[in-house]
């Protein structure tokens, strides 16, 4: 029982040191509602991107992310961690609906990332949501990660 204690007070602790995030409305459209998640610290990328990819001028790179039923809230963050190139997002849902593109600037900070949450009022429809990532101005080769998540 000790072990539960700990693991809980270690996850309230760590709840209690994230700083808060607040978020700006930046797109409506669709019954969709899609905010930027204005300084989210940088740890959520370690924490939600484990793969890196590479991006040239003009390429597109395709990602999938499998959303299940009752999900209310979509995340996806790209992050690509310097404003000398800039990628664009562009968000497919299951039911045709396109959101974006969306650029680093979007947020109101060029960081080189680009940190949304989507929302729809009565749910998110389930299935595959595609998200196109773009290179929209790169010189060489950029490194970007990118990750993505429904619930």
Do not use: C
Not at 54 to 73: E, F, K, L, M, N
Not at 114 to 136: A, E, N, Q
């Amino acid at each position: 029982m000790k072990v539960h204690w700990l693991a809980l007070l270690f996850i309230v602790g760590l709840a209690l040191s994230i700083p808060s995030v607040s978020a700006k409305v930046i797109e409506e459209k669709d019954g969709y509602t899609v905010t930027t998640v204005e300084n989210a610290p940088s740890r959520f990328a370690d924490v939600f991107a484990l793969t890196s990819y590479t991006i040239t001028q003009g390429q597109t790179r395709w990602h999938t992310t499998s959303v299940p039923s009752g999900a209310t809230r979509f995340f996806s963050n790209l992050n690509w961690g310097t404003s000398a190139n800039s990628l664009a997002l562009t968000l497919y849902t299951p039911d045709a609906s396109v959101l974006g593109p969306y650029y680093d600037p979007a947020d109101g900070v060029i960081d080189g990332r680009i940190y949304l949450m989507v929302t729809r009022s009565g749910g998110l429809p389930s299935g595959t949501w595609s998200s196109k990532v773009y290179g929209s101005s790169v010189t060489g080769t950029q490194t970007y990660s990118y990750s993505a998540s429904g619930y």
